[in-house]
């Protein structure tokens, strides 16, 4: 069973040192986040499974899907095939199957008896808001013209017994999806799952076009069908049927509150914002459930989504240009990509669809494909010595950022994004001749010629 339980089990069992066990009450304000951290600065990574959270009756596990090592343990490959794993499973997608009763829904409550209080009370930073956020909801909703739906993650700030904030980036499909449903005046019925094996976490990240539903991605990526059960009350969303909880509830057009501040994946607190408002009217959850969460802004938060944004990048790219070698995501909205170029126009081509295809793509810069993207001075000797500024830069300006950016202004998240054109010209006055020796002398050398001749 692909499941939150199984996946600890496989990880206590393959990999007992990436999980630590926390037997003492911890404190969900602050506590657990600095645990988290502390390991963080010496470059540990393990998933932490807490026991006894104060005010809460159940345990809570953070950080599983903390490192490229473990979503490798969860696709069954090496972290070096993790990217074409990825594909594969995007390319051969598998529709859900619809089940009768689930797990999920072994413990329900409706209406009155809605209590968000009995979750985990977490803040996280000094700077975030006196408010709880629920971090690892994946928040699947129908679109009302298509019919498809679709899943990603969504910070919920709990702002009482049955309300919460909740943040949709606008140029992102649910605020799509919500603007519909604003446009006939209707509340959007949405339900939240929380606590999944990482596969479906990793489908919660899929940033794709909306032709394809995630639920089929992660049947692509888990080789079968997601086994899914009906919601109790939002009849027509389906949730996942082992998830440990699910928040079934509506966002109606015109409600707003105050959000925030919340520090972010940036590693900056956000401002307030004015978030429409999730009004949830039924909780369903497991046996001795497991909350799960993901500790905003530290490892989780940036490695989990990077499979689903370099799948997509790069074929963005590729529709600009075939010629993509590599794509790396060197930190929040900067994307290096490699290109074997045959053509001088390619680069600038590459990064004005890049800039205009997502939100968080600010910053790209293209290299030529003989230098490794993942490495930083490689890369800033590309952008030394083959740019010159006046022609190889090139800036994007009034297009859709993220409002998480502390550069811009304003909740619109307006920005202007840059792009470097970084390779060596092919052509013109400016051609660049690298350095080579040729190969046949290179072929030719023995260099035990060298080691064992005490004289040379
Ligand atoms: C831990 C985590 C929290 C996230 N929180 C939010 C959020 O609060 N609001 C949001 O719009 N996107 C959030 N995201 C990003 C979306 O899940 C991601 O962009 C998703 O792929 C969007 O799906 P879409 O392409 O179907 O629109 C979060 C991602 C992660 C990994």
Avoid: W
Avoid at 144 to 156: A, D, I, Q, V
Avoid at 220 to 239: M, S
Avoid at 370 to 386: I, P
């Amino acid at each position: 069973m692909v499941d939150l339980r199984s996946f600890l089990d496989q990880v206590r069992q393959d990999r007992p040192q990436d999980i630590v066990t926390v037997k003492r009450c911890v404190n969900p304000n602050y506590e657990t986040t600095a645990i988290l951290a502390k390991f963080e600065q010496s470059y540990r990574l393990p998933i932490f499974y807490f026991e006894d959270v104060e005010g809460c009756s159940f345990p809570l596990v953070t950080n599983v899907c903390g490192s490229l090592s473990r979503l490798a343990l969860a696709l069954g490959v090496t972290v070096a095939e993790l990217s074409q794993r990825y594909e594969n499973g995007c390319k051969n997608p598998i529709k859900p199957k619809v089940i009768d009763s689930a797990a999920v829904q072994d413990e329900v409550v409706v209406d009155e008896d809605v209590d968000l209080g009995v979750l985990p009370k977490l803040i996280y930073h000094e700077k975030d808001c006196d408010k709880p956020y629920i971090t690892a909801a994946i928040v699947v909703a129908v679109d009302p013209e298509t019919g498809k739906s679709n899943l990603s993650f969504h910070r919920l700030m709990i702002a009482g017994r049955n309300r919460t904030g909740i943040y949709m980036a606008a140029g992102k499909h649910l605020d799509g999806i919500y603007q519909k449903y604003v446009a006939k005046n209707q509340a959007m019925p949405i339900a939240a799952f929380i606590g999944v094996h990482p596969i479906l976490s990793l489908g919660g990240v899929y940033t794709g076009s909306t032709d394809v539903e995630e639920y089929d991605i992660i049947g692509g990526l888990q080789g079968e069908a997601l086994r899914v059960v009906e919601c109790v009350k939002n009849k027509g969303l389906f949730v996942p049927a082992d998830a440990e909880f699910v928040l079934e509830g509506i966002v109606r057009p015109n409600e707003r509150i105050e959000e925030g501040p919340f520090g972010e994946f940036t590693g900056y607190a956000t401002g307030t914002m004015q978030t429409p408002v999730l009004e949830v009217h039924t909780i369903t959850n497991r046996k001795d459930p497991i909350f799960q969460d993901i500790a905003s802004g530290h490892s989780e938060h940036l490695v989990l989504p990077i499979l689903g944004m370099e799948y997509s990048i790069k074929k963005v790219a590729q529709s600009a240009s075939p010629s993509i070698k590599n794509v790396k995501i060197v930190a929040p909205l900067t994307i290096v990509v490699s290109i074997e170029k045959s053509d001088d126009a390619a680069p600038r081509k590459i990064i004005e669809a890049l800039c205009k295809s997502d939100i968080y793509t600010k910053h790209v810069t293209i290299v030529d494909a003989d230098v490794n993207v993942s490495d930083a001075r490689q890369v800033n000797c590309a952008v030394a010595l083959n740019v010159q500024p006046d022609q190889d830069v090139f800036v994007f300006k009034d297009l859709q950022g993220t409002p998480l950016d502390p550069s811009c202004r304003g909740e619109s998240g307006i920005t202007s994004k840059l792009g470097i054109d970084a390779t060596a010209p092919l052509v013109g006055k400016r051609k660049i001749e690298r350095n080579t020796i040729a190969k046949q002398l290179l072929d030719k050398i023995d260099m035990s010629e060298f080691l064992d001749n005490k004289d040379s």
